[in-house]
């Protein structure tokens, strides 16, 4: 039996899923939709958006107006969205390779322009879909099928490049820290402007399995284990953050949001015709 | 049947482009047909460009110049690289500061328009306007009335007076030419 | 004296169809000899109260039109050679997923960066199969500053009717001439919407055809939640491994424009009754062809014309029936021999057929045709 929230939000006869057991994107789809029902918006003015990837599969499996679109464009496809129906609330979800590798181009642009898109990047380090291939996020000298001998890229800080390039709200958590992901998610879709929530999810079946991190558990421990919170990580000595990642919320600074300047000019040229 | 194929050639930043369409603005004024087209390279300013105007009671098919009837040059560079299939009774306006070396039989007017602009007017930014004044007051492609409706309507606001000076001037200039 | 006509650009007047057919968003890139379609777009938008975007690159561009009309907005997007290939993957979207939208291409010499100032013919088979897969599409070509105009409204109208990314292939010589215009009254104009659903929302199936083969199409934001996506999918809109639904999905993309041929294609001919040479030029170079017969009419030669309007799908029937009346087709085109191949599939072994090709950057002059005519007749 589905649970209410499963029974109301996900498109219940398009389960089961085809994440591999043990695989974080679940959890995280589950954390969106819990944070959707909390922030009380209308489903039928919700718009999700993807690219392609394991995370890009999410949005066919919940009950919105949704969009799965080419591989890393979906932030292109949302910005025209939102601009040509900013009464929309339109949410991105993608994947460390579609964001940050084939559509790095326009994350940064789509930050920049603080437009109106909550977007939530699946993190696990991988590309899955694909079996298994090294991405911008892979940890220097991590493993994957196209880094037989260990990846020599360094990789990127998603939260650090959103939040430098003009994402107005920025967090991260994981697929263990829920109950921060959910209200990171909330918050998220409550700021006008561009917000990215990077949610670090696990891979055992590809990345876990290349790079000997255990069991889908053990994977989730680390998550517990390395993450420190951003309000703690003041008060802890630099050498105690040592191979540590921050969670939390790691930029709050509304700013005025893209689509409504833009009706600004339009309001301004008609009053003057 | 009326048809003149006009070709303005100078260098980029000149405003040939904008004399282009007023002229053929002017002949649709004049209840004429006109195709205005251009070339040019990939420098913004400088270098030789060229924007052509054909003129035509008739139907324009081909919109760009073959059998040039009026050739306009204000550099030496454009008159070198554009002179090339100006009709052998063809009309050659050139500025003073263009040396030709011709046999055919064209008619050849040499005018100081560069000059009239940056030193009676004071601006040399009207030289279009100067030069296709005195192209019309040479060859009456176009009426007077409707080449100065169409200068004004395409002129920045503001310009208007100085422009209607500068085509007068291109009128009054034409007529002392030196042929 | 004053009168209606004025002076206009190609490249304006297809701002000005697009506007009068109801465009509401434009995204693009700046990218030489298109770009006055993008200023003007920036300018004249939001006067009616439409949105303009300047992307990130031309793939965005792409994109973002798509997902402006998903809301319901008729979009617009224009480029040139380098542009429209990387549009491509996005345009496949489109047609895959069946949503409308126009997409220009006012071509220039290449390949790569080739002569950005400079005309050229060259897109005409990456305009039907730029895109990856067996999918279908409409190309239609202007050649002159007024059928430009109408023909950005019959963009328009072709791809809400069928759900259908429309290519309008423009070339420079169009796109930057000058001529006079003379604007219909807007009243006057056929404008045509997207069907769309107007059933309970739990019974929308947003891929089901109806007898035209074309689905109704909801707004994203209009009560009817469903899924949109480039995988192979089946009438619910849903992804599908399923070997039949994908097979009958492309079949049903490919009929649906393939029924509703007559409707599509047009073409335009001149001088064709007594016709023995039958020139077949499109978009710019139709011009230099109708001054060459002009020339050789007056000179007692019997010279028609052939100009395909919509060059996709090619009016085949109409050209297959004048093969049996002329002796010689000449292609006329501004590249190496692109037209020609269609002509050929259609026509050898019937007529003799034959090209005028150009790839300096230079539009083909009247002359140049008239040589080719008297050396083949």
């Keep these: 039996m589905p649970s209410p929230l499963i029974e109301s939000y996900f498109r219940s006869e398009n389960l089961p899923q085809i994440w591999c057991p043990g695989c974080g994107h679940g959890i995280i789809t589950r954390a969106i939709a819990v944070a959707i029902e909390k922030s009380g918006l209308d489903r039928d003015k919700i718009c999700i958006v993807s690219g392609i990837g394991c995370s890009s599969r999410a949005p066919g499996y919940l009950d919105f107006n949704t969009l799965h679109t080419t591989h890393g464009r979906a932030l292109a496809f949302a910005t025209g969205i939102k601009l040509a129906n900013p009464e929309l609330k339109v949410i991105v979800i993608t994947g460390d390779g579609d964001c940050t590798a084939i559509g790095g181009n326009h994350l940064i642009h789509a930050c920049r322009r603080n437009i109106g898109l909550t977007t939530i990047v699946y993190n696990n380090n991988i590309y899955g879909m694909t079996g298994g291939q090294y991405s911008p996020t892979t940890p220097k000298f991590d493993k994957g099928t196209t880094a037989p001998y260990g990846n020599i890229d360094k990789a990127f800080d998603i939260c650090n490049l959103a939040a430098s390039a003009g994402a107005t709200y920025v967090g991260r958590a994981t697929s263990y820290h829920t109950n921060l992901l959910i209200s990171l998610v909330l918050n998220a879709l409550k700021n006008d402007g561009f917000s990215l929530i990077e949610a670090i999810s696990g891979c055992p079946t590809y990345y876990g399995r290349k790079n000997k991190k255990g069991s889908a558990v053990n994977m989730l421990e680390w998550q517990k284990d390395n993450a420190v919170n951003i309000s703690s990580a003041s008060k802890m000595a630099p050498e105690m953050l040592e191979g540590k990642f921050l969670i939390g919320e790691l930029k709050n600074s509304p700013e005025p949001e893209y689509a409504s300047e833009y009706q600004k000019i339009i309001d301004k040229v008609m009053k003057e015709r | ?179 | 004296m004053t009168n209606s006509f004025k002076l206009m650009q190609g490249n304006e007047a297809c701002v000005e169809g697009a506007i009068a057919a109801g465009m509401k968003f434009y995204a693009g890139y700046p990218i030489t000899p298109s770009t006055e379609i993008a200023e003007l777009c920036s300018e004249k938008l939001p006067v009616v109260g439409g949105k303009f975007i300047q992307m990130e690159d031309e793939i965005a561009g792409m994109a973002a039109v798509i997902g402006a009309s998903l809301t319901g907005q008729k979009s617009m997007t224009a480029t040139s050679g380098p542009g429209f290939s990387l549009k491509q993957e996005n345009i496949g979207y489109a047609s895959y997923a069946e949503i409308p939208c126009v997409i220009v291409n006012v071509q220039r010499g290449g390949p790569s960066t080739g002569q950005p100032t400079s005309p050229s013919q060259g897109d005409v088979m990456q305009a039907r199969w730029g895109t990856h897969g067996d999918h279908p599409i409409i190309a239609i070509c202007p050649s002159s500053v007024k059928e430009t105009f109408d023909l950005t409204i019959r963009a328009f109208n072709l791809s809400e009717k069928y759900r259908i990314p429309v290519i309008l292939l423009m070339d420079e010589v169009v796109g930057h001439m000058r001529e006079k215009i003379e604007l219909p009254d807007i009243a006057d104009i056929e404008i045509i919407d997207r069907k769309r659903p107007n059933c309970d929302s739990d019974e929308y199936l947003p891929y089901k055809a109806e007898a035209d083969l074309v689905p109704l199409m909801a707004d994203f934001g209009a009560g009817y939640r469903y899924h949109v996506t480039g995988l192979a999918h089946d009438e619910t809109g849903f992804p599908s491994n399923s070997y039949e639904v994908a097979d009958k999905l492309i079949r049903r993309l490919m009929n649906k424009i393939e029924i509703h041929k007559d409707d599509i294609i047009t073409w335009e001919e001149e001088n064709i009754d007594d016709a023995d040479v039958l020139i077949i030029a499109f978009g710019g170079v139709a011009r230099s062809a109708k001054a060459a017969i002009k020339q050789l009419r007056e000179n007692g030669i019997k010279v028609g014309l052939f100009r395909p309007i919509t060059i996709w799908p090619f009016p085949q029937e109409r050209l297959r029936e004048l093969a049996d009346k002329v002796k010689v087709m000449i292609v006329v085109e501004m590249n190496l021999g692109q037209l020609i191949l269609e002509v050929q599939r259609i026509c050898n072994n019937i007529v003799k057929i034959d090209g005028v090709n150009k790839v300096n950057g230079e539009i083909i002059y009247p002359e140049e045709i008239v040589t080719k005519v008297l050396e083949v007749i």
Excluded at chain 2, 48 to 55: C, G, L, P, Q, R
């Design chain 2, 1 to 179: 049947m009326r048809k003149y194929e006009i070709r303005l050639s100078g260098s980029g930043g000149q405003g040939l482009l904008l004399a282009g369409i007023i002229l053929a603005e002017a002949a649709i004024e004049d209840g004429l047909n006109a195709v205005q087209t251009q070339s040019y390279g990939p420098e913004a300013r400088g270098g030789a460009s060229k924007s052509e105007v054909i003129i035509s009671e008739d139907i324009i098919d081909f919109p760009k110049v073959r059998n040039c009837d009026i050739l306009l040059s204000l550099t030496q560079k454009s008159y070198e690289q554009y002179n090339d299939n100006l009709k052998d009774d063809g009309i050659l306006i050139i500025d003073s500061s263009v040396n030709v070396n011709t046999s055919s039989n064209s008619k050849i007017f040499s005018i100081p328009m560069l000059d009239a602009a940056s030193k009676i007017l004071g601006k040399p930014m009207v030289t279009n306007i100067i030069a296709i004044g005195a192209l019309v007051a040479l060859t009456e492609a176009v009426s007077k009335e409707a080449l100065t409706r169409a200068v004004l309507k395409r002129v920045p606001k503001g310009t208007e007076e100085l422009n209607k000076k500068a085509l007068e001037l291109g009128y009054e200039i034409a007529g002392k030419a030196i042929i």
